[in-house]
């Protein structure tokens, strides 16, 4: 199912109107959450959707602590923002609509979005030349420098074709797998749908959300670790 929203000249495609469906749910989520943390009795055990809340961010800040380091709660904020969203954009398919990640505009802003902070952070965290030095000179031999610096200017570069296009590449294929096999099949692929579901929407789904989210967090520890 699509939604497109027309405001006047200009057009929201699906895309765009899921994701902002996506980002006004998740919002409202975390204001709910919020409520609910600033209610809770400290002296008490945690129980319902408190637990929930608390066994939810335990799990993430470790799976962050584990590829950041001790930076972890720094950036968990930022880290935790994203696999929500992804989560939650990547399944949608499970209630007819259709994923936002499912269109390259999305997945490149994402991805351009992610690095950015990534730079921004690492320039914080060890200022401007200090960042420039570690990320595109390194230990390379002074005669070498004018071969590895382009080099390393295009792998920089490079994380914004294959963030995007792996998260696009994958939430678009199980999309189109699912479409073939129901107009092969026709009504005989009914019985197959929920296992389908389960496999390309939310397997597919959460891997491809941990895989964005490891990847960003491995360039948000070389980003911000100084060189030995």
Not at 28 to 36: A, D, E, H, P, Q
Not at 65 to 87: H, T
Not at 161 to 187: D, E, H, K, P, Y
Request: charged share 10%; hydrophobic share 55%.
């Amino acid at each position: 199912m699509d939604i497109t929203i027309y405001l006047g000249d200009h057009t929201l495609l699906p895309a765009i109107v899921n994701s902002l469906i996506v980002t006004v749910v998740l919002s409202l989520f975390f204001i709910i959450c919020s409520i609910t943390i600033n209610r809770a009795d400290p002296t008490k055990l945690s129980k319902g959707f408190m637990f929930l809340i608390e066994f939810a961010y335990d799990a993430i800040f470790n799976f962050i602590s584990d590829s950041v380091g001790d930076k972890a709660p720094k950036y968990v904020p930022f880290i935790f923002s994203i696999v929500s969203y992804l989560i939650v954009a990547n399944l949608l398919g499970l209630i007819g609509l259709v994923s936002p990640t499912a269109n390259l505009n999305i997945t490149v802003s994402l991805t351009i979005f992610a690095l950015t902070y990534i730079l921004l952070s690492g320039i914080f965290a060890k200022g401007l030349l200090g960042y420039l030095k570690d990320t595109f000179v390194g230990d390379v031999p002074p005669a070498l420098l004018i071969l590895f610096i382009p080099i390393n200017i295009v792998g920089e570069l490079s994380k914004i074709i294959s963030l995007s296009m792996r998260l696009f590449g994958n939430i678009v294929s199980g999309t189109l797998l699912m479409a073939v096999v129901l107009q092969m099949l026709n009504w005989f692929a009914l019985p197959l749908f929920p296992l389908m579901n389960g496999v390309f929407d939310i397997f597919a789904g959460l891997l491809q959300a941990l895989i964005f989210a490891t990847l960003v967090m491995i360039w948000m520890k070389d980003a911000t670790e100084r060189a030995t």
